[in-house]
Protein backbone atom coordinates (compact mmCIF):
# COMPACT_ATOMS: atom_id res chain seq x y z
CA UNK A 1 0.00 0.00 0.00
CA UNK A 2 0.98 3.60 -0.73
CA UNK A 3 1.63 6.56 1.52
CA UNK A 4 -1.17 8.77 1.84
CA UNK A 5 -2.09 11.84 3.29
CA UNK A 6 -4.90 12.51 6.16
CA UNK A 7 -6.58 14.06 3.48
CA UNK A 8 -6.29 10.68 0.69
CA UNK A 9 -6.87 8.63 3.75
CA UNK A 10 -10.59 10.47 4.38
CA UNK A 11 -11.17 10.52 0.61
CA UNK A 12 -10.10 6.31 0.10
CA UNK A 13 -12.80 5.67 2.84
CA UNK A 14 -15.41 7.44 1.29
CA UNK A 15 -14.75 5.42 -1.69
CA UNK A 16 -14.44 2.34 -0.03
CA UNK A 17 -18.03 3.06 1.76
CA UNK A 18 -19.20 3.53 -2.02
CA UNK A 19 -18.51 0.89 -3.91
CA UNK A 20 -18.34 -1.77 -0.93
CA UNK A 21 -21.53 -3.64 -1.98
CA UNK A 22 -20.62 -3.24 -6.21
CA UNK A 23 -19.04 -6.82 -7.68
CA UNK A 24 -17.29 -4.68 -10.36
CA UNK A 25 -15.27 -1.44 -10.06
CA UNK A 26 -15.25 0.17 -13.50
CA UNK A 27 -12.34 3.17 -13.47
CA UNK A 28 -11.44 6.33 -15.82
CA UNK A 29 -8.06 6.56 -16.43
CA UNK A 30 -7.44 10.28 -17.46
CA UNK A 31 -7.94 12.68 -14.34
CA UNK A 32 -8.85 9.66 -12.20
CA UNK A 33 -6.89 6.57 -12.01
CA UNK A 34 -3.79 9.24 -13.52
CA UNK A 35 -3.48 12.93 -12.28
CA UNK A 36 -2.51 14.09 -15.74
CA UNK A 37 -5.42 16.47 -17.06
CA UNK A 38 -2.72 19.34 -16.26
CA UNK A 39 -0.56 17.68 -19.34
CA UNK A 40 -3.64 16.71 -21.34
CA UNK A 41 -4.83 20.45 -21.56
CA UNK A 42 -0.96 21.62 -22.05
CA UNK A 43 -1.13 19.01 -25.15
CA UNK A 44 -4.14 20.45 -26.46
CA UNK A 45 -3.31 23.83 -26.39
CA UNK A 46 0.13 22.85 -27.81
CA UNK A 47 -1.70 21.41 -30.39
CA UNK A 48 -4.34 24.46 -31.31
CA UNK A 49 -1.63 26.41 -31.46
CA UNK A 50 -0.34 24.69 -34.51
CA UNK A 51 -3.88 25.09 -36.22
CA UNK A 52 -3.47 28.67 -35.52
CA UNK A 53 -5.21 28.65 -32.46
CA UNK A 54 -3.13 30.31 -29.52
CA UNK A 55 -5.44 30.96 -26.79
CA UNK A 56 -7.12 27.98 -26.72
CA UNK A 57 -9.70 28.01 -23.91
CA UNK A 58 -8.69 24.91 -21.36
CA UNK A 59 -12.62 25.43 -19.58
CA UNK A 60 -13.39 23.37 -23.27
CA UNK A 61 -11.14 20.10 -22.01
CA UNK A 62 -13.01 20.39 -18.61
CA UNK A 63 -16.74 20.70 -19.84
CA UNK A 64 -15.55 17.64 -22.59
CA UNK A 65 -13.80 15.25 -19.79
CA UNK A 66 -14.00 11.99 -21.17
CA UNK A 67 -14.46 12.83 -24.73
CA UNK A 68 -12.58 10.84 -27.62
CA UNK A 69 -9.93 12.92 -29.06
CA UNK A 70 -11.24 13.29 -32.57
CA UNK A 71 -14.72 14.05 -31.23
CA UNK A 72 -12.87 17.68 -28.69
CA UNK A 73 -10.99 18.39 -32.01
CA UNK A 74 -14.48 18.46 -33.55
CA UNK A 75 -15.45 20.87 -30.61
CA UNK A 76 -12.46 23.40 -31.14
CA UNK A 77 -12.99 23.29 -34.80
CA UNK A 78 -16.71 24.53 -34.57
CA UNK A 79 -15.86 26.84 -31.52
CA UNK A 80 -12.93 28.63 -33.23
CA UNK A 81 -14.22 28.66 -37.08
CA UNK A 82 -11.20 26.31 -38.24
CA UNK A 83 -10.97 23.80 -40.57
CA UNK A 84 -8.78 20.74 -39.98
CA UNK A 85 -8.94 17.43 -39.90
CA UNK A 86 -10.03 15.83 -36.60
CA UNK A 87 -8.03 12.86 -36.69
CA UNK A 88 -4.71 14.66 -37.82
CA UNK A 89 -5.74 16.86 -34.96
CA UNK A 90 -6.00 13.74 -32.48
CA UNK A 91 -2.96 12.46 -33.74
CA UNK A 92 -0.65 15.30 -33.53
CA UNK A 93 -1.93 16.02 -29.36
CA UNK A 94 -1.33 12.27 -28.98
CA UNK A 95 2.31 12.63 -29.93
CA UNK A 96 2.58 15.98 -27.99
CA UNK A 97 1.51 14.20 -24.91
CA UNK A 98 3.70 11.03 -24.91
CA UNK A 99 6.97 13.18 -26.34
CA UNK A 100 6.67 15.78 -23.47
CA UNK A 101 4.51 14.71 -20.61
CA UNK A 102 3.34 11.29 -20.49
CA UNK A 103 6.71 10.71 -18.50
CA UNK A 104 5.41 13.01 -15.69
CA UNK A 105 2.05 11.47 -14.78
CA UNK A 106 1.46 10.16 -11.42
CA UNK A 107 -1.49 8.39 -10.34
CA UNK A 108 -4.20 9.58 -8.02
CA UNK A 109 -2.97 8.12 -5.11
CA UNK A 110 -6.12 7.44 -3.00
CA UNK A 111 -7.65 5.79 -6.33
CA UNK A 112 -5.08 3.71 -7.10
CA UNK A 113 -4.96 2.80 -3.50
CA UNK A 114 -8.73 1.82 -3.83
CA UNK A 115 -7.67 -0.52 -7.40
CA UNK A 116 -4.72 -2.22 -5.33
CA UNK A 117 -6.94 -3.43 -2.13
CA UNK A 118 -9.65 -4.57 -4.41
CA UNK A 119 -7.75 -6.00 -6.94
CA UNK A 120 -7.99 -9.60 -5.34
CA UNK A 121 -11.63 -9.39 -4.42
CA UNK A 122 -13.39 -7.27 -6.83
CA UNK A 123 -14.01 -7.62 -10.77
CA UNK A 124 -11.96 -4.45 -12.42
CA UNK A 125 -11.77 -3.22 -15.84
CA UNK A 126 -10.71 0.13 -16.78
CA UNK A 127 -13.31 2.79 -18.85
CA UNK A 128 -11.05 5.53 -21.01
CA UNK A 129 -12.25 8.03 -24.30
CA UNK A 130 -8.18 7.58 -24.67
CA UNK A 131 -7.29 5.71 -27.68
CA UNK A 132 -5.37 2.61 -26.89
CA UNK A 133 -2.26 3.68 -28.09
CA UNK A 134 -2.18 6.70 -25.53
CA UNK A 135 -3.24 4.93 -22.72
CA UNK A 136 -0.64 2.15 -22.88
CA UNK A 137 2.34 5.29 -22.13
CA UNK A 138 -0.26 6.46 -19.02
CA UNK A 139 -0.57 3.05 -17.75
CA UNK A 140 2.90 2.16 -17.93
CA UNK A 141 3.79 5.36 -16.15
CA UNK A 142 1.33 5.24 -13.09
CA UNK A 143 2.39 1.34 -13.21
CA UNK A 144 -1.16 -0.41 -13.27
CA UNK A 145 -0.55 -2.66 -16.04
CA UNK A 146 -1.77 -6.24 -14.79
CA UNK A 147 -4.01 -5.05 -12.88
CA UNK A 148 -7.10 -4.82 -14.46
CA UNK A 149 -9.17 -7.79 -16.52
CA UNK A 150 -10.80 -5.27 -19.05
CA UNK A 151 -9.44 -1.98 -20.93
CA UNK A 152 -12.31 0.15 -23.07
CA UNK A 153 -11.02 2.90 -25.06
CA UNK A 154 -12.42 5.38 -27.44
CA UNK A 155 -11.22 2.19 -30.32
CA UNK A 156 -13.70 -0.39 -28.67
CA UNK A 157 -16.87 1.51 -29.52
CA UNK A 158 -18.58 3.66 -31.83
CA UNK A 159 -20.24 6.05 -29.29
CA UNK A 160 -18.21 7.41 -26.52
CA UNK A 161 -18.98 8.70 -23.61
CA UNK A 162 -21.25 10.04 -22.36
CA UNK A 163 -23.13 7.28 -23.92
CA UNK A 164 -23.54 4.13 -22.10
CA UNK A 165 -22.05 2.12 -25.00
CA UNK A 166 -18.21 1.97 -23.14
CA UNK A 167 -19.36 0.82 -19.72
CA UNK A 168 -21.93 -1.86 -21.29
CA UNK A 169 -19.24 -2.99 -23.11
CA UNK A 170 -17.01 -3.65 -20.05
CA UNK A 171 -19.66 -5.10 -17.91
CA UNK A 172 -20.15 -7.67 -20.94
CA UNK A 173 -16.57 -8.77 -20.90
CA UNK A 174 -16.56 -8.75 -17.51
CA UNK A 175 -19.98 -10.74 -17.62
CA UNK A 176 -21.19 -9.16 -15.16
CA UNK A 177 -24.85 -7.06 -14.65
CA UNK A 178 -24.70 -3.36 -15.34
CA UNK A 179 -26.25 -2.75 -11.95
CA UNK A 180 -23.51 -4.98 -10.05
CA UNK A 181 -21.19 -2.29 -11.69
CA UNK A 182 -20.05 1.58 -9.90
CA UNK A 183 -17.57 3.29 -12.23
CA UNK A 184 -15.15 5.95 -10.43
CA UNK A 185 -15.37 9.42 -13.28
CA UNK A 186 -13.77 12.67 -13.20
CA UNK A 187 -16.22 14.45 -15.10
CA UNK A 188 -19.91 14.80 -16.26
CA UNK A 189 -19.70 12.98 -19.80
CA UNK A 190 -18.53 9.74 -17.87
CA UNK A 191 -21.07 10.31 -15.08
CA UNK A 192 -23.79 10.58 -17.63
CA UNK A 193 -22.85 7.37 -19.57
CA UNK A 194 -22.79 5.53 -16.41
CA UNK A 195 -26.30 6.61 -15.25
CA UNK A 196 -27.62 5.81 -18.70
CA UNK A 197 -25.92 2.26 -18.28
CA UNK A 198 -27.67 1.65 -14.74
CA UNK A 199 -24.40 1.86 -13.37
CA UNK A 200 -23.47 3.34 -9.74
CA UNK A 201 -21.53 6.38 -9.74
CA UNK A 202 -18.52 8.50 -7.67
CA UNK A 203 -17.12 11.69 -8.80
CA UNK A 204 -13.57 11.25 -7.41
CA UNK A 205 -12.71 14.87 -7.84
CA UNK A 206 -15.68 15.83 -5.29
CA UNK A 207 -15.32 13.20 -2.31
Same mark, same amino acid.
Given at each position: ???????? $???????????? *????? $? @???? +????? *???????? @?????????????????????????? @?????????? @??? *???????????????????? /???????????????? /?? /? /????????????????????????????? #?????????????????? #?????????????????? +?????????????????????
Amino acid at each position: MINLTESS $LKKLEKLREKTK *NHKAL $L @YDVD +GTLAN *NMPAHKAA @YIAAAKHYGIPDLDPEIIDRTAGWPT @YKLAAEIARL @YDK *NFDNVEFANLKAKIFIDDFV /KLTEPVDFVYAHLLEN /KP /K /KRIALVSGGRRSTLRHTLQAIQVEGMYEV #LVSSDDTKRGKPSPDPFL #LAAEKLNIQPEDCIVMED +GNPGVQGARAAGMGWVRIDLL
